[in-house]
DNA sequence: ATATCGATTATCT
DNA sequence: GATAATCGATATG
């Protein structure tokens, strides 16, 4: 059996009660649980090893400051959706809403750590793996380093994944544990302000596995783990 | 290692 | 009309 499936088949999805709670809980227990996609023939999946927590209408940062509007209204929904926007005329992100319906709030994904279904991400990263039996880490860092680069990997756009439900495995896109997976946690959670904001800049809502390879902009006199 | 800039469009003022 | 929850390329120290 391929590695894949030996590996899916240990993943279930996370219930809606794990999202309907304060983003920034559900931001670092995020951390060490997986994203799955499944399409084509092949499933990837990759770590999840950081993420920022948004809060609801009261934090200036969040896209729900702005209300309740066509844009933001996955927010406001059902926890344990996906909150999908474009962003510089580029990029997509990928969040998962959270509070309770009526609520808003939500996570978004910053990095990941690619695990199966490697070659499809590059190849829709538009990127070449040098050496795919073997891929160096510095070409998978390419892949799913960032909340732009990991939405291209996943091939997740506004129109294909807006709104999905990423508590069900019958998704194409979702979200799952693995028994005995806070052990990526021992490490440590380290956390920061949020990147690429101009407003709240001073609140530490970004949260990163300590000393993974993954995460995204992590200062100089952090890049070896303590 | 850090700084700056262009790309390109949805959304809000 | 300005700005944005980014990326990749280029320039500079």
């Known amino acids: 059996m ?9 993943i279930r999805p996370l219930d809606r009660a794990f999202f309907s709670r304060d983003p920034r809980r559900v931001a670092r227990e995020l951390l060490g649980k997986v994203l ?5 023939r092949k499933r990837r ?3 999840i090893v ?3 927590a948004y809060l609801g209408e009261k934090d200036p940062a969040a896209h729900s400051a702005a209300g309740n509007t066509a844009r933001t209204s996955v927010l ?3 926890p344990g959706h996906a909150y999908v926007y474009f962003i510089y005329g ?6 998962v809403s959270c509070e309770p319906a009526g609520q808003a709030g939500g ?3 910053r990095a990941l750590e690619p695990l199966t279904g490697v070659e499809e991400m590059a190849r829709d990263r538009g990127l070449e793996i040098h050496d795919p039996k073997n891929p160096a880490i510095n070409d998978l860092i390419k892949l799913t380093s960032g909340p732009g680069r990991l ?3 996943f091939a997740i756009t506004r129109v294909r994944d807006n709104g999905c439900d990423l508590t069900s495995s019958a998704s194409s896109l979702w979200i799952g544990e693995e028994i005995g997976d806070d052990r990526y946690r021992a490490r440590g959670i380290r956390t920061s302000r949020r990147i690429g904001i101009t407003k709240a800049v001073d609140k530490p809502w970004r949260y990163f596995l300590n000393g993974n390879p993954f995460v995204s902009r992590v200062p100089a006199k952090w890049r070896l783990s303590e």
């Open 151 to 153: 939405s291209e990997a």
């Open 107 to 109: 996570v978004l994904f």
């Open 76 to 78: 406001f929904g059902p």
């Open 50 to 52: 950081e993420v920022e």
């Open 36 to 40: 799955v996609r499944d399409a084509g």
């Open 2 to 10: 391929p590695d894949s499936q030996t590996l899916s088949a240990k």
């Open 90 to 95: 580029n990029h997509y992100c990928l969040n």
């Open 45 to 47: 999946t990759a770590r």
